[in-house]
Structures are given as C-alpha cells and as structure tokens.
Nanobody, 121 residues
Framework: QVQLAESGGGLVQAGGSLRLSCAAS????????MEWYRQVPGKQRELVAS???????DYAGSVQGRFTISKDNAANTVILQMDSLKPEDTGVYYC???????????????WGQGTQVTVSS
C-alpha cells in the first residue's frame, strides 16, 4: 500500500509564488510517473504538470514558463514550484503517482488528498 502526503498550499496574491510537495511512502519498488492536477468546483480535474521516468517534464499551456515540476527520487517526492501566480490558478491541487509495488509485477495509481491554492487579484 502507498500513501501520498501533500503540503504547501495557501493564499497568495497575484504574482506571488507557492511550492507544493507530495511525498509518497509505502511498499514502492519504483515510481513510473508523478503528476499534478488541479480542480475547481463543477469542472473536471486538469493535468497541470507531469514527469515520467526517462522523459522531460510536460506542462499545460496555461502554466508553461511559470510552473516547474521536479522530483527527489531518493525521497519519492514530487515538487511543483509555482511562480507568477494568477487568479486563474486557484483550485485544489492533487498529486498522482504511478508506482510499481514491491514484490509485485503490477503498477497502480495513487492520489493525494489535495491542497487548496487560492490566488487573489
């Protein structure tokens, strides 16, 4: 079993910055992908940024140049550095990881609990 712990959300003025963290723990053999999504009421979750093993990060067009996703492999942690924040960035941010479990040949996805990001104008 794998658990994800998110932190770093909060209230910030437009133009400010926040740093989100998502740490995975449990019976992890390897991490295949780590992603950040955001969601606002009444809308589906939107993929914001992703990083897949062996590939460079990908970003949604709306955050390109402002957000940076990175990972700490040893700590099984993914970071989302958010700069030049806009009110449109407001939402609940969720991390998602795809892992291979120890003593298993299967992969599974896990979702974090979400952290609120609010950007005021």
């Amino acid at each position: 079993q794998v658990q994800l712990a998110e932190s770093g959300g909060g209230l910030v003025q437009a133009g400010g910055s926040l740093r989100l963290s998502c740490a995975a723990s449990g019976s992890i053999f390897s991490v295949n992908a780590m992603e950040w999504y955001r969601q606002v009421p009444g809308k589906q979750r939107e993929l914001v940024a992703s990083i897949t093993s062996g590939h460079s990060p990908d970003y949604a067009g709306s955050v390109q140049g402002r957000f940076t996703i990175s990972k700490d492999n040893a700590a099984n942690t993914v970071i989302l550095q958010m700069d030049s924040l806009k009110p449109e960035d407001t939402g609940v941010y969720y991390c998602r990881v795809v892992v291979q479990l120890r003593s298993s040949w299967i992969t599974r996805q896990y979702w974090g609990q979400g952290t609120q990001v609010t950007v005021s104008s």
